[in-house]
């Protein structure tokens, strides 16, 4: 039996009352209801052990009733069962799933946005960027090379206590190794998409760099607050939601909750090794969706 025909069913053996204002309401106690019967054949178990012999029964029969509720509400807002199961299964994929996949299966995934561009205009497949920091100017700043030459910006932490935000860049890097996407990686290795107007201004022009500028500052003082992510292996469903909702019209919006999750939580791996000495070696690899340390620079 399907979703869609156990929902069917379940409507026609509906006997609550149809009385104006009642015929959510009712349901609604009901599943509430339900959910407190649940809890209480697990204490009984908990309770009694094995002479709480009929423990499963029980359980499969607080269950069923749990799933007439939601068929009958799901019936009463106009909404399909299956859908919604299909719907769920999707957000699970979505949040958790790359958890669950191998190597191969990551590499088949891999995103490449910029696979119809000339090379000058696609993200390097694999690159490495050497970090050192720089007292100057009565501050500590951080300088990134490729090949020794110089990209981006001498950064500073901008924050009046010395909390490593110079070294952000390191996230940007995280974004283009797991997600295949960095505004801000575009515009430092200079391989914006100007061939395509439109994509090089919705894509790669000043209000995505923005936007992913916001994600690095939000993420951050998430991080902050939970030891820089030290030892923590999920990241909060609300602040991945919000930064889906940022990127909602470009590009990444392919990129599930569960790929940003990857990248936040690598990219916090680097970044804690570049704090802690000062610098090293970052590779970034599209291809195989890692980015990874080296104590020291070449």
Known sequence: M???EYQTQALSTNQIPAVEGTELFIPLLGLVGEVGSLMTEYKKHLRD?????????????????????????????????????????KKCRDRWGWRNSTEIDDKATCYIFDNDFPENESLPRQFEVEITEVSQDNSVKMKAFINKQQIGNDLTDNSYSNDGYRFHDVF????????????????????KRKSNPRIDEVEDGGRAIAIEE????????YAKDHGFLEGVRVIDYQLLKTIKNMTSHLEVSRCSLGDWEKAILMGYDVWRQVEKYRGGTVIVDLDARLISYKMGVS
């Open 2 to 4: 399907n979703f869609s």
């Open 172 to 191: 940007h890097m995280s974004y283009t190794a797991v997600l295949g996407w960095s505004a801000v990686t575009r515009s430092i290795l200079k391989c």
């Open 214 to 221: 916001g994600i690095s500052a939000l993420a951050f003082a």
């Open 49 to 89: 052990g094995d002479a709480h012999k009929l423990f499963k029964e029980g359980i499969a029969e607080e269950l069923g009733d749990m799933l007439w509720y939601i068929a009958n509400l799901a019936s009463k807002f106009n909404l399909n069962l299956e859908e919604i199961a299909e719907d769920n299964l």
